[in-house]
């Protein structure tokens, strides 16, 4: 199983981001879908998760801000991430559950300038 993210960028604070992640290799549907992000210095932090069921959860530190969705029929999770602040800047990893293994993506960088 192979996860592809994109998306990342250069944006300046209160600007919005879109990230994608779509899962190839794998005839099965994921259980869970999510994000984490590692800002410089700092270790791994969860950002948000949205379960088959539709079902979402954020950090705290993000809840209002950003959104997860999710495609079945692309194997695509998304995060759409509006009023980005300079603490924002990270790279972002996308993850997938499936048959009870965790895959990660690649990570995509995004840097909120102030």
């Known amino acids: 199983v192979q996860l592809q993210a994109s998306g990342g960028g250069l944006v300046q604070a209160g600007g919005s981001l879109r990230l994608s992640c779509q899962a190839s290799?794998?005839?099965?549907?994921?259980?869970?879908m999510g994000w984490y992000r590692q800002a410089p210095g700092k270790q791994r932090e969860w950002v948000a998760t949205?379960?088959?069921?539709?079902?979402?959860n954020y950090a705290g530190s993000v809840k209002g801000r950003f959104t997860i969705s999710r495609d079945n029929a692309k194997n695509t999770v998304y995060l759409q991430m509006n009023s980005l602040k300079p603490e924002d800047t990270a790279v972002y990893y996308c993850?997938?559950?499936?048959?009870?293994?965790?895959?990660w993506g690649q990570g995509t960088l995004v840097t909120v300038s102030s």
């Open positions: 993850y997938f559950v499936i048959m009870a293994i965790n895959y």
């Open positions: 290799g794998s005839s099965f549907s994921s259980n869970v």
């Open positions: 949205m379960s088959s069921g539709g079902s979402t």
